[in-house]
């Protein structure tokens, strides 16, 4: 456990609890113990940060991880991923199952979390399979994946393409309050499609993914959720037509929640540029308009959460043919910088970035954290917002170097992160303890 | 050094440049200057072809140059090698250029960036096939002298067309006007914002057009049903002999090969007074020459 920890003069955005000023954060036993606007006395022992011209925030929860253990070592293990997240400024990560063993069973969850144990960095939060395998045929085990630690259930990276078993799945849950976490991919639309359906791929000459390949599987699931009364969170939404769909169930008191990657909110499928693999994901990147309206969802509530979709791949998973190029991106080290163009832009207040990023997350999942009231956990993100720095993916923590945010000029930088009142990252130094 | 990766980005007076340079090449032209003597050229093809891989031999001997011919069967690409692992061993070997066919699109421009010879693109994916478009370019320019003001029909299957991209781009930088025919599945989104025009109709655009460009309907891409059958598709965008009484006085008729025949075009118009697919052929060698001068110059 750590020692007491004064935050000096910092600005202090807990959205949570309606704070936005320049105030002292006390820490004591790995929880916050005070928050005052009046300079507090320095107790004896005590460390000292003096965060004057700082932001001092609730730790970042990321609720879309792949650690790539148990399976794929060589891209993320949980250690690497846990360093990857604290230089992110991210104090607690949500594991995702699509692992190699799949996290379908209490034993790969013990193994996740016994990992994350020995890490000792941030808080790893595992994330179940909805169905065994992700096969997409039978329920897991969910009772037991809770039981061993689980806050959610998910075969992201698959949709449940039966309608039938996604029901049960919705109505089971129940039992557990936890969520179901879908990825949405109506995978008949979007067979053999490599980026976003539009004029781009047109002109690339690749098959195209169209939009309704995800607003489909949206609609059907809301439609689920409302006969359930279950928890629906839906991971990466990526297009207008979702947003609409969810800010309208959310408008008639369906419990659904939704996450948004940094990725979607700053590129459009223009990024593809000739055949970049950098800029392949699922689901793809969009058209200008739906960024346009994530954009205007993250604004109105209508997304809960920014959630990176953290997804560590190697050199030859990239170096191919466009279509031969494996999905996804790493995010956890340039999620705050991606956030903070927004902010810059004026197109997102503070406030709201950093609820995105701690309150929102931590709400959606039930998650500890998330703000800074006295007796919450000491996870704290000290960022400066005025520092310029450049995305140098050589240095990244993540075993992995796969971004298209390579040598992109950044405003805002993570400068320190803070766990349980433990000091993990700073001076651009992951600070081991094992 | 520079590549030809497909014909998207070229200015109007590079494309005629290389068009000025391939009449010379024309048989009865001035001889060929065995600009290539000496140096190896190679053929890349990872699928199947008969004219662009004979064009493009012929073009190389022509100018000089030694082929190496590569083709992935009884290759290392069986044993899982990757794509540029071969680029690289091919250009290894010190070929001036690779001309490289892929059934995926951007493939060429995956290996330009870790290559120091040309890449030449004889066709990728469902992308660009920039060298047919040139020679379609060549062939209308040898009749009309021009291409401004024309109008060409392109129709069919579009969703697949290389062949289709490459002349959109190529024949509106030469001035001509482009209408693409086909039924919507096999209509890719956004042909507008690229310059066509659109239209499904092809009964109505037909006496519209200088030139009918047909199309393969490309079958083996088709996992799904793009169409209810090839008869019905035959009767509604296939060149028969009845449409072809009201084409304009004097229009040509395309095909980029190999044809269908009887599917998107009837065989008495292919082999009809307007078509001009065999000088298609013929002008592919003069102008894949041209093509091969200047990238490796």
Redesign the interface.
Known sequence: MSATVLFRRGRVIDPRNGVDGVRDVLVQDGKVAQVSDAPLAVPAGAEVVEADGKWVLPGFIDLHVHLREPGEEGKETVLTGCRAAVAGGFTAVVAMPNTKVVNDSGLVTELVLSRARAANLCHVYPAGAITKGLKGEELAETGELISSGCVAITDDGKPVMNAALMRRALQYATLFGVPVMVHEEDLTLS??GAMH????????????IPASAEVAMVARDLVLLEETKGRLHIAHVSCEGSVRLIREAKRRGLFVTAEVTPHHLILDDRAVG??DTHAKMAPPLRADRDVEALREAIVDGTIDAIATDHAPHGV?DK??????GINGIVGLETALGLTMELVHAGRLDAKRAVELLSHGPAKAFGLPGGHLAPGAPADITVVDPSEEWTVDAHRFYSRSRNTPFHGRKQKGRVVQTWVSGRKVYADGQVKESR | MRHLLGIEGWRRDELEAVLDRARAHLPGGPDATHTLRGKVVANLFFEDSTRTRTSFHMAARGLGAGVLNWSPSGSSTSKGETLLDTARNIEATGPVAIVMRHRSSGAPHLVAKHVRCAVINAGDGTHEHPSQALLDAFTLRQRWGGLDGRTVLIVGDILHSRVARSNLWCLKALGARVVVCGPPTLMPPGLEALGAEVTHNLDAALPQADAVMCLRLQLERMGEAFLPSTKEYSRLFGLTAAREERMKAGALVMHPGPINRGLELAPSVADGERSVILEQVSNGVAVRRAILEVCTS
């Open positions: 067979a053999g359906e539009g004029p781009t791929s047109t002109r690339l000459g690749l098959r195209g000739d055949y030859l170096q191919v043919e466009f279509e031969k």
